[in-house]
């Protein structure tokens, strides 16, 4: 697997929203999984100074990725291979 970086702009979201837009990301990912095609969902970044969000997936391409935010109706301006480098020490 590997990890892709998905960018977004979610101008005047709510944290409600927020919280939904996650929540479908996270389901979206499942049924693609039970569909046959991996996705999982990591975490996401949002930067509330810019409405900025970052949502990291593990996928096997960049194609399950995008479909899974299609499926969710996520909008995103980028989807690119990313390293997650977690904290050797936590």
Same mark, same amino acid.
């Given at each position: 697997m590997t990890t892709f970086a998905v960018q977004r702009h979610l101008?005047?979201?709510?944290?409600?929203q927020?919280?939904?837009?996650?929540?479908a990301a996270i389901e979206a990912s499942r049924q693609a999984t039970e569909n046959g095609t991996p996705v999982t969902y990591l975490r996401?970044?949002?930067y509330p100074a810019d409405q900025r969000c970052t949502c990291l997936f593990d996928a096997e391409d960049r194609q399950a /990725? #995008?479909?899974v935010n299609r499926a969710a109706s996520l909008p995103f301006?980028? /989807? #690119?291979?990313v390293l997650d480098l977690p904290n050797p020490h936590h």
């Open positions: 101008s005047g979201i709510s944290m409600e927020l919280a939904a837009a996650q929540a996401s970044n949002f /990725v #995008e479909g301006d980028k /989807v #690119e291979e």
